[in-house]
C-alpha cells in the first residue's frame, strides 16, 4: 500500500520561499519518477516539477527558474524549493509518480498573499 506524505506548506508573503517534502512508503522509492503537482480552486491539477530515477528533472513553464525539485532515496523524499513565490502559486501541493499512477496524499497547503 503506498503512502504519500506531504508537508511545508503555509502562508507566506509574495517574494517568500518555502520547502515543501514529500515522505513515501510502501514502494521502492529510488525505482520511480515522482512529480509535484499543484490544484488551484476551480482548477486541474497540474504537474509543476518532476525528477526521474537518474535525477533529471523538468519544469513546467510557470515555475522554471523559481522551484528545484530534488529526491534522497535513502529517505524516501522528494523535495519541492519554491522560491520568489507570486500569489498564482497558491494551491494544494501534492506529489505522486510520475505520470501520476499512486493514490494522491492529503497534500499540503501553499498560500501567497499579494
Known amino acids: 500500500q503506498v503512502q504519500l506524505v506531504e508537508s511545508g506548506g503555509g502562508l507566506v508573503q509574495a517574494g517568500g520561499s518555502l520547502r515543501l517534502s514529500c515522505i513515501a512508503s510502501?514502494?521502492?522509492?529510488?525505482?520511480?519518477?515522482m512529480g509535484w503537482y499543484r490544484q488551484a480552486p476551480g482548477k486541474q491539477r497540474e504537474l509543476v516539477a518532476g525528477?526521474?530515477?537518474?535525477?533529471?528533472?523538468n519544469y513546467a513553464d510557470s515555475v522554471k527558474g523559481r522551484f528545484t525539485i530534488s529526491r534522497d532515496n535513502t529517505k524516501k523524499t522528494v523535495y519541492l524549493q519554491m522560491n520568489s513565490l507570486k500569489p498564482e502559486d497558491t494551491a494544494v501541493y501534492y506529489c505522486?509518480?510520475?505520470?501520476?499512477?499512486?493514490?494522491w496524499g492529503q497534500g499540503t497547503q501553499v498560500t501567497v498573499s499579494s
Open positions: 510502501g514502494i521502492t522509492f529510488s525505482f520511480f519518477s
Open positions: 505522486n509518480r510520475n505520470p501520476a499512477t499512486f493514490s
Open positions: 525528477i526521474n530515477t537518474g535525477g533529471s528533472t
